[in-house]
């Protein structure tokens, strides 16, 4: 129940300028806002970031950043005497292992610019070009007017890029057709799927053009109230985003209002419903839908939401029309931001034809290292395929006929030096330890399965798996939210793609008490 | 307004108005589809996901609780897949539960839904889950205890202590498998917004949320519910006392939509029953005598003995030296016949009601 004059929304910020949720922060919080105490705390402990010690070093404990020596970079620092923590994901895959300091910047080992394509014109993003301010594509879009702008992105055939695929036109028309006159425009910046980083360098290197789409969106659904939800981790993105504001909010982006709201450290807050509680200051528990946002999202109003690479691609989508864009992919429509980690020389963000293969992504990544074995093709969520699959364009229809998905595209190959059933095992802990855990099926099933894979990697008996299947089906069929839904796929496609790791196993030392 | 429609659940054609859910449609036609978060005075949470069902159109299993029903809607509440799903999300409830020798989920005097479910379908049998949720420090309240093992995260209590009470003393904190029932820093309910309805142990499915006063787990057959009026008050709340072997050892609000309080109780309702029993209580009336002791006496020495000393005072100094309060548990109708006595036996307009100030 929302409390007359209640100021839920700033809760989560202030609590985090309070140094997290401790309970003297959430008491005064609680005074402050007039949010029940109980409300403050059950909220604040919903998020890492505020239940972490803010003197810690952050690690990441990512697939991709473990199979680059993880655990050795957190001895290491303990060894120097720097207080650490483990943590989930911190979508620095590319420059793993990766570790954020309290400050929530990178460590100087892994500042490094990430590896991109050189600067092309013809690319709708170009991450490799100058940093674009120029702002045509707003110019574009006034000119053509809204209904003219739908259609662009129509013929563009556009669809979300933060993982369901779903076309922009239709989130679009259906906020603009909405009988309330008040709407919301809202940027998915949450970026979160281990193995994804491209929303991250959109952010660093052409920030204006996602500036740029979403005053397109605002003026087309006719909101003037823009809010980027921006991962909490993204400390240098948020000030780099901050700035380009600042630089055209007297000229270009005028009569718009832009509020970045950080995320708190929960990986299901990029669900897009998860999202819009966190934004009201609530736990990131995803709603039940229907109601769309489109219908009723952000306070209950008509909302447009999309990820960071969507909106980037409306500038050109507009200046140079829906047609071309679309001629830009192979089988589905538009360019991609491909993200590569993992065994490979040059992991990075590639902007690449909609439906290139692993193997043409991994070339421009300067080639595998070592012998590929398996890989994720679009984040943890995807599940592992073999290298049979290598050439199968990574696109939204291809994968999703083999049981995977493109979702954000953030691939991660693994070579033979990896065991895959301790990858999976980290994938399973990841969705574990980020469910929400409203619903049953997800918050039991998630634990579940990780729990039947300890006992097997304790005792070797592939028999402990035989109910795997049927949980994961039904974390499939009754969880609310993507995140339950798909939560055991990283162990399913394992077990159906390489039944061969899956025998009796013999048992290490590590797992024989685990 | 209300538009009267068809639709079709299990291939029956059944009338429902719009705004109704497929739940509620389904209930009055006696189609019975599982819950357990799910409560008619609050919002629907959908969370439990036991009241899945197929409907036509729809790629995902939905939830019955809050699927609005539209013109020819067509339901599926027992096809293969949903019991698939039943089966399998209830066999991941009872690996997370307290079980009895049986392997059931353990009943408890409050009942448990868990284990009435369990009993009433084939359930998927898997290994049990270590999940201890978050633990919660001492609580000195004499009324309300949480036991987190036996709590399936249904959210009744955290949003009827919010939705219906607006009180908001607990809340879900944590996430994931270890999220649990907390209240704020997991201070003592005394020390928080509590006031002590005890709605969240009414409310809560399984017996985790539940009444510290109260034998935890007395078969519910040997417990019996006697339907009373709570005389606390005027209000006339009803009660249901739980009785056995002729002492009360529970008082439960009778369920939402049946009285007039609704399924909700106050502290005094639902916990101060501990006179009925007390060693102390007064079972006569009693007379002061030339001793300065009580005496027992009979109702009618008693009522003599008090209408005498009220007709000396008027006899004395006129009606107006008298005054009468009546108590704040008295009805309405009990009220009315003091200040009758007042005005019309006495002949004074001093008459009060103690909880009119
Ligand atoms: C568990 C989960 C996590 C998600 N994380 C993200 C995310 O980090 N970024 C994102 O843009 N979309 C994420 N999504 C997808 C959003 O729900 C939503 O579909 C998207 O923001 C819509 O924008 P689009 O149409 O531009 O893709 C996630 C979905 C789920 C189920
Ligand atoms: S599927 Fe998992 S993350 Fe999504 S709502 Fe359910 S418990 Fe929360």
Same mark, same amino acid.
């Given at each position: 129940?929302?409390?007359?004059?209640?100021?839920?929304?700033?809760?989560?910020?202030?609590?985090?300028?309070?140094?997290?949720?401790?309970?003297?922060?959430?008491?005064?919080?609680?005074?402050?806002?007039?949010?029940?105490?109980?409300?403050?705390?059950?909220?604040?402990?919903?998020?890492?970031?505020?239940?972490?010690?803010?003197?810690?070093?952050?690690?990441?404990?990512?697939?991709?950043?473990?199979?680059?020596?993880?655990?050795?970079?957190?001895?290491?620092?303990?060894?120097?005497?720097?207080?650490?923590?483990?943590?989930?994901?911190?979508?620095?895959?590319?420059?793993?292992?990766?570790?954020?300091?309290?400050?929530?910047?990178?460590?100087?080992?892994?500042?490094?610019?990430?590896?991109?394509?050189?600067?092309?014109?013809?690319?709708?993003?170009?991450?490799?070009?100058?940093?674009?301010?120029?702002?045509?594509?707003?110019?574009?879009?006034?000119?053509?007017?809204?209904?003219?702008?739908?259609?662009?992105?129509?013929?563009?055939?556009?669809?979300?890029?933060?993982?369901?695929?779903?076309?922009?036109?239709?989130?679009?028309?259906?906020?603009?057709?909405?009988?309330?006159?008040?709407?919301?425009?809202?940027?998915?910046?949450?970026?979160?799927?281990?193995?994804?980083?491209?929303?991250?360098?959109?952010?660093?290197?052409?920030?204006?053009?996602?500036?740029?789409?979403?005053?397109?969106?605002?003026?087309?659904?006719?909101?003037?109230?823009?809010?980027?939800?921006?991962?909490?981790?993204?400390?240098?993105?948020?000030?780099?985003?901050?700035?380009?504001?600042?630089?055209?909010?007297?000229?270009?982006?005028?009569?718009?209002?832009?509020?970045?709201?950080?995320?708190?450290?929960?990986?299901?807050?990029?669900?897009?419903?998860?999202?819009?509680?966190?934004?009201?200051?609530?736990?990131?528990?995803?709603?039940?839908?229907?109601?769309?946002?489109?219908?009723?999202?952000?306070?209950?109003?008509?909302?447009?939401?999309?990820?960071?690479?969507?909106?980037?691609?409306?500038?050109?989508?507009?200046?140079?029309?829906?047609?071309?864009?679309?001629?830009?992919?192979?089988?589905?429509?538009?360019?991609?931001?491909?993200?590569?980690?993992?065994?490979?020389?040059?992991?990075?963000?590639?902007?690449?034809?909609?439906?290139?293969?692993?193997?043409?992504?991994?070339?421009?990544?300067?080639?595998?290292?070592?012998?590929?074995?398996?890989?994720?093709?679009?984040?943890?969520?995807?599940?592992?395929?073999?290298?049979?699959?290598?050439?199968?364009?990574?696109?939204?229809?291809?994968?999703?006929?083999?049981?995977?998905?493109?979702?954000?595209?953030?691939?991660?190959?693994?070579?033979?030096?990896?065991?895959?059933?301790?990858?999976?095992?980290?994938?399973?802990?990841?969705?574990?330890?980020?469910?929400?855990?409203?619903?049953?099926?997800?918050?039991?099933?998630?634990?579940?399965?990780?729990?039947?894979?300890?006992?097997?990697?304790?005792?070797?008996?592939?028999?402990?798996?035989?109910?795997?299947?049927?949980?994961?089906?039904?974390?499939?069929?009754?969880?609310?939210?993507?995140?339950?839904?798909?939560?055991?796929?990283?162990?399913?496609?394992?077990?159906?793609?390489?039944?061969?790791?899956?025998?009796?196993?013999?048992?290490?030392?590590?797992?024989?008490?685990? | 307004?209300?538009?009267?429609?068809?639709?079709?659940?299990?291939?029956?054609?059944?009338?429902?108005?719009? =705004?109704?859910?497929?739940?509620?449609?389904?209930?009055?036609?006696?189609?019975?589809?599982?819950?357990?978060?799910?409560?008619?005075?609050?919002?629907?949470?959908?969370?439990?996901?036991?009241?899945?069902?197929?409907?036509? =159109?729809?790629?995902?299993?939905?939830?019955?609780?809050?699927?609005?029903?539209?013109?020819?809607?067509?339901?599926?509440?027992?096809?293969?897949?949903?019991?698939?799903?039943?089966?399998?999300?209830?066999?991941?409830?009872?690996?997370?539960?307290?079980?009895?020798?049986? =392997?059931?989920?353990?009943?408890?005097?409050?009942?448990?839904?868990?284990?009435?479910?369990?009993?009433?379908?084939?359930?998927?049998?898997?290994?049990?889950?270590?999940?201890?949720?978050?633990?919660?420090?001492?609580?000195?309240?004499?009324?309300?205890?949480?036991?987190?093992?036996?709590?399936?995260?249904?959210?009744?209590?955290?949003?009827?202590?919010?939705?219906?009470?607006?009180?908001?003393?607990?809340?879900?904190?944590?996430?994931?498998?270890?999220?649990?029932?907390?209240?704020?820093?997991?201070?003592?309910?005394?020390?928080?917004?509590?006031?002590?309805?005890? =709605?969240?142990?009414?409310?809560?499915?399984?017996?985790?949320?539940?009444?510290?006063?109260?034998?935890?787990?007395?078969?519910?057959?040997?417990?019996?519910?006697?339907?009373?009026?709570?005389?606390?008050?005027?209000?006339?709340?009803?009660?249901?006392?739980?009785?056995?072997?002729?002492?009360?050892?529970?008082?439960?609000?009778?369920?939402?939509?049946?009285?007039?309080?609704?399924?909700?109780?106050?502290?005094?309702?639902?916990?101060?029953?501990?006179?009925?029993?007390?060693?102390?209580?007064?079972?006569?009336?009693?007379?002061?005598?030339?001793?300065?002791?009580?005496?027992?006496?009979?109702?009618?020495?008693?009522?003599?003995?008090?209408?005498?000393?009220?007709?000396?005072?008027?006899?004395?100094?006129?009606?107006?030296?008298?005054?009468?309060?009546?108590?704040?548990?008295?009805?309405?109708?009990?009220?009315?016949?003091?200040?009758?006595?007042?005005?019309?036996?006495?002949?004074?307009?001093?008459?009060?009601?103690?909880?009119?100030?």
């Amino acid at each position: 129940m929302q409390r007359k004059g209640a100021q839920r929304e700033g809760i989560l910020q202030q609590l985090a300028d309070m140094g997290g949720a401790s309970t003297a922060a959430v008491a005064q919080v609680a005074k402050q806002t007039g949010v029940p105490e109980a409300d403050v705390w059950g909220a604040g402990l919903f998020y890492g970031l505020l239940r972490r010690d803010p003197q810690n070093t952050l690690v990441c404990n990512g697939l991709s950043c473990r199979i680059q020596g993880a655990e050795q970079l957190r001895h290491q620092l303990t060894e120097q005497g720097v207080a650490t923590q483990s943590v989930a994901c911190l979508g620095l895959c590319d420059v793993a292992p990766a570790a954020v300091g309290p400050a929530l910047l990178p460590l100087p080992a892994c500042d490094q610019p990430a590896h991109v394509l050189p600067n092309n014109p013809d690319l709708p993003i170009n991450l490799g070009g100058e940093r674009d301010r120029s702002y045509r594509g707003l110019g574009a879009a006034l000119k053509l007017g809204a209904d003219a702008v739908i259609a662009e992105l129509q013929a563009a055939g556009l669809q979300g890029r933060g993982g369901a695929g779903f076309p922009a036109h239709l989130k679009w028309r259906s906020v603009r057709n909405q009988t309330d006159p008040t709407r919301y425009v809202v940027c998915n910046a949450d970026e979160g799927e281990p193995g994804t980083f491209k929303d991250r360098e959109v952010i660093r290197r052409q920030p204006d053009k996602l500036l740029e789409g979403l005053a397109i969106a605002a003026h087309v659904v006719q909101a003037t109230e823009i809010y980027i939800y921006l991962r909490g981790e993204f400390e240098r993105e948020r000030r780099i985003l901050q700035s380009a504001i600042d630089d055209a909010c007297h000229g270009p982006l005028a009569g718009l209002q832009f509020h970045i709201v950080r995320g708190q450290g929960a990986y299901v807050c990029g669900e897009e419903t998860a999202l819009l509680e966190s934004l009201e200051g609530r736990r990131g528990m995803p709603r039940l839908k229907p109601p769309f946002p489109t219908e009723r999202g952000f306070r209950n109003k008509p909302t447009l939401i999309h990820n960071v690479e969507t909106l980037a691609c409306v500038p050109d989508i507009a200046l140079r029309g829906g047609v071309r864009f679309a001629s830009l992919g192979r089988r589905e429509p538009g360019a991609k931001l491909y993200c590569i980690s993992g065994h490979v020389q040059r992991p990075g963000v590639y902007e690449l034809p909609l439906g290139v293969s692993l193997d043409e992504l991994v070339a421009c990544a300067g080639g595998y290292v070592g012998t590929p074995q398996a890989f994720s093709p679009g984040g943890a969520s995807s599940g592992f395929l073999p290298m049979s699959e290598r050439s199968r364009p990574l696109d939204f229809a291809s994968l999703g006929q083999v049981g995977a998905m493109l979702g954000s595209a953030g691939a991660v190959v693994l070579n033979d030096t990896a065991d895959l059933v301790l990858a999976v095992h980290w994938q399973l802990s990841f969705f574990e330890h980020e469910s929400c855990g409203q619903c049953a099926p997800c918050r039991l099933g998630s634990r579940w399965v990780r729990q039947a894979l300890d006992r097997y990697l304790a005792s070797g008996d592939p028999g402990e798996l035989s109910d795997v299947l049927d949980v994961a089906w039904e974390m499939n069929e009754g969880s609310i939210c993507g995140l339950g839904q798909v939560a055991s796929l990283p162990l399913t496609s394992a077990m159906q793609h390489f039944p061969e790791q899956f025998g009796r196993r013999p048992v290490t030392q590590e797992h024989h008490h685990g | 307004m209300a538009e009267t429609l068809t639709i079709h659940i299990d291939g029956r054609t059944l009338v429902a108005q719009s =705004g109704e859910t497929v739940l509620q449609v389904a209930k009055r036609n006696h189609i019975a589809i599982p819950t357990l978060c799910h409560d008619e005075r609050l919002d629907a949470a959908g969370c439990c996901r036991a009241c899945l069902v197929e409907i036509d =159109g729809q790629r995902r299993l939905q939830p019955a609780c809050n699927w609005p029903v539209s013109k020819e809607l067509r339901v599926q509440t027992s096809s293969p897949r949903v019991q698939r799903h039943r089966a399998t999300l209830l066999g991941l409830y009872v690996a997370d539960h307290r079980l009895d020798s049986d =392997g059931l989920p353990v009943h408890t005097t409050q009942g448990n839904d868990l284990r009435s479910l369990a009993q009433g379908i084939e359930f998927k049998r898997l290994l049990s889950i270590d999940s201890p949720r978050h633990p919660r420090g001492v609580d000195a309240n004499p009324y309300i205890a949480y036991d987190p093992d036996l709590c399936i995260l249904c959210a009744r209590c955290t949003r009827y202590c919010d939705e219906v009470e607006a009180v908001s003393a607990i809340s879900l904190a944590w996430r994931g498998a270890e999220t649990s029932i907390a209240t704020a820093g997991d201070r003592g309910l005394l020390d928080t917004s509590c006031e002590l309805c005890g =709605g969240c142990v009414d409310v809560c499915p399984t017996g985790a949320m539940h009444a510290k006063q109260a034998p935890r787990f007395e078969k519910p057959e040997a417990v019996q519910k006697v339907r009373t009026t709570c005389n606390f008050c005027g209000v006339g709340c009803q009660l249901d006392l739980n009785v056995q072997e002729g002492k009360i050892i529970q008082v439960t609000a009778p369920p939402p939509g049946e009285t007039v309080n609704d399924g909700n109780l106050c502290v005094k309702g639902r916990f101060a029953y501990g006179f009925v029993h007390h060693d102390d209580r007064l079972r006569t009336p009693k007379i002061r005598g030339a001793d300065g002791e009580l005496h027992d006496a009979t109702w009618d020495e008693a009522l003599h003995y008090a209408a005498k000393g009220l007709l000396g005072v008027r006899d004395r100094h006129g009606p107006h030296a008298l005054g009468f309060v009546s108590s704040s548990r008295c009805t309405n109708e009990e009220n009315y016949l003091v200040q009758k006595l007042a005005r019309a036996v006495f002949q004074t307009n001093n008459v009060h009601q103690c909880a009119a100030t």
